[in-house]
């Protein structure tokens, strides 16, 4: 498990019919709780109102999988990123 | 100095009602037997900030809505607890703002606000905390270190002295303490090497009366805790509203940090009375005893909370739950300590000294790389008010759970010019700060409940004979609570963080909870 700072918090909530919703924390309250879920979908839920409420600092990111990019192309991106390429290299 | 507005014209009954009801000191004193009235800023000469009002309560919480708003239109901390004295409301805003209200509807009667000059120095905002009242004139301290009295009918300026040369640091932020004929108030400006005092005026004339040096010169008793001409701007600012024992004729003040803040080389000793309580003869001004809470302090752990009276099996008391971490049962007749248990998370002091007292950790003390210590430098609380509640016997306080580390580096002191000698960062490596409002037995110094808050707060809180507590949070809350369980009853978003302490009052029989939050005064009562 990747542990980051708080403020990219990993939400878990279970809705009182049963639906599970899983986001990145953007704000909350002692009541409420905003997060955007994988789908860039943006909730904003009364905690009173849910099943469940777990707040991790799991990534939402994949894991890093050599099948999906073999070592090489990761050395590559990152030479690419480091290089300011991206930005245009001023 | 002043420019002032009269609205409200059309306000008749009240108004003339209010005109004829003066303030007299008998009623101050019996304050807490007018309960629809909340006659000075912790609504009485003990400090409890406990109403006997009991319309609102545990079982119909929930159904409180916003009464009424008023808006200052001022940016900045608005950190006012309004008086409310037969049905008008008198408040303070941001640059010191003056304001009278009728407490029913929120219409304005007159505002007030002071041109100040353009170089003030008020270290932690532009802020005012509230106004004092006695016969028909309100009294009101300024940034600009003067101290005013105001008519309660028009919001003319009666009299304005200064008290002190407001550009070596000195300010006023504080709501003053009326005690019989004469007005009380404690300095600010802690940060900037003044040396600090309380003083009292003639409420009448302005006349100072006397002032107390909450730094004691040389030949003076506790002169000795401080190094070479270190006392001449040792700070020890007073800028929280005392409280007044009739009893023994004693008002207890509480004093800040010693200066600079953050660096004890070169002040070498307690540095007395930095972060005491003091009791004095609120007729002279004279230092019956002192009761220092953190010696030669260098985390800027302000002892200036409300210090509170409570009685407890014949025990006459001060509870205080300090800015250090720790909360202190004091005997209020001749200051010994009774007991000191932390009520959050503390790591500057590691032990206590023979009578109980806490007494700072060698490995506490700021370096130059920077040392983590516990709490940081805004404090496990600050001056926002705690209440104690007679019915519970609780004392609730807004406690924060925030370590800081702490460096430090030697400073010049230049007049009038912050004076730290240091920097202080906030630090969560080891846990992510939040806050909390916790009720805390004093029997025990244990904590009887505690209600979460995701970050640090700035409010205050309030308890009633209803059983309900309320307080904010810096997520921009106002929350009851169930004072004997911590249970939320209702809450309200005010869209900004809450940097006041709340008070309740009456009118025509209702009950009103009123706070300040963002700009604005909210109201709130039931349907």
Not at chain 2, 179 to 185: A, D, Y
Request: net charge negative.
């Amino acid at each position: 498990m990747k542990e980051f700072s708080v403020e990219y918090e990993t939400v878990d909530a279970v809705t009182k019919d049963g639906t599970n919703l899983r986001g990145t924390l953007l704000n909350e309250d002692s009541f409420t709780i905003q997060f955007m879920d994988t789908r860039e979908k943006v909730h904003s839920l009364d905690k009173a109102s849910l099943k469940s409420l777990r707040k991790s600092r799991e990534s939402l990111m994949p894991a890093y999988d050599e099948k999906a990019l073999p070592e090489q192309d990761l050395r590559d991106l990152l030479a690419f990123l480091v290089s300011g390429a991206a930005g245009g290299g001023k | 100095m002043s420019g002032k507005l009269i609205l409200g014209l059309g306000l008749t009954a009240t108004l003339a009602t209010a005109a004829v009801a003066q303030v007299t000191p008998q009623r101050l004193l019996n304050a807490g037997q007018e309960p629809q009235n909340w006659l000075m800023y912790s609504g009485d000469y003990a400090g409890r900030r406990f109403s006997s009002l009991q319309e609102i309560k545990v079982g119909n919480a929930e159904k409180l809505l916003p009464k009424w708003a008023y808006q200052t239109m001022a940016g900045g901390k608005f950190e006012t607890t309004p008086l409310v004295v037969d049905g008008i409301m008198y408040g303070t805003g941001q640059d010191d703002r003056a304001f009278a209200l009728d407490a029913r509807t929120g219409r304005p009667i007159w505002q007030y606000q002071r041109a100040l000059p353009q170089d003030i120095r008020p270290c932690c905002g532009r802020v005012n905390r509230g106004l004092a009242i006695l016969g028909d004139r309100l009294f009101m301290g300024t940034l600009d270190a003067h101290v005013i009295a105001l008519d309660s009918r028009t919001g003319n300026v009666i009299w304005d002295v200064s008290a002190v040369d407001y550009t070596k640091g000195y300010s006023f932020t504080l709501a003053p303490l009326v005690i019989k004929n004469l007005v009380l108030v404690g300095v600010s400006g802690g940060e900037y090497g003044i040396r600090g005092f309380i003083d009292a005026y003639d409420a009448g004339t302005g006349e100072r009366k006397w002032r107390f040096y909450t730094v004691p010169a040389p030949g003076q008793p506790g002169s000795d805790s401080w190094e070479a001409d270190s006392w001449k701007i040792g700070g020890s600012p007073a800028w929280i509203t005392g409280t007044y024992d009739v009893d023994t004729n004693t008002t207890f003040w509480t004093t800040g940090n010693p200066s600079p803040s953050n660096r004890g080389e070169g002040r070498a000793g307690d540095n007395l009375y930095s972060n005491s309580l003091l009791a004095l003869d609120p007729d002279t001004g004279q230092l019956k005893w002192h009761f220092q809470f953190t010696q030669h302090d260098e985390h800027d752990y302000d002892a200036t909370q409300v210090p509170v009276m409570a009685s407890e099996d014949g025990k006459k008391l001060i509870l205080q739950a300090n800015r250090n971490g720790f909360f202190y049962v004091i005997d209020r007749t001749n200051g010994k300590l009774i007991r000191a248990e932390s009520y959050a998370k503390v790591s500057w002091s590691k032990e206590k000294d023979s009578n109980g007292r806490p007494v700072p950790a060698r490995d506490g003390a700021p370096t130059p790389d920077g040392n983590r210590v516990c709490p940081g430098a805004a404090g496990a609380t600050n001056w926002m008010s705690p209440t104690y509640d007679p019915q519970t016997k609780l004392f609730y306080v807004t406690a924060r759970e925030q370590c800081d580390v702490f460096s430090t580096a030697p400073q010049p002191y230049e007049a009038g010019h912050a004076y730290y000698g240091s920097a202080y960062f906030p630090n969560d490596d080891a846990a992510p700060f939040y806050g909390a409002l916790r009720a805390i037995d004093p029997d025990t110094g244990k904590i009887k409940w505690e209600w979460k808050h995701p970050s640090p707060t700035w409010s205050g809180v309030l308890s009633t004979a209803g059983g309900v507590v309320f307080t904010g949070d810096a997520e921009g809350n106002f929350i009851a609570l169930d004072a004997s369980s911590g249970k939320p009853l209702w809450h309200f978003q005010c869209g900004a963080s809450v940097y006041s302490s709340p008070m309740t009052y009456a009118v025509d029989g209702k009950q009103y909870v009123a706070v300040a939050a963002g700009t604005t005064l909210f109201t709130f009562g039931l349907p």
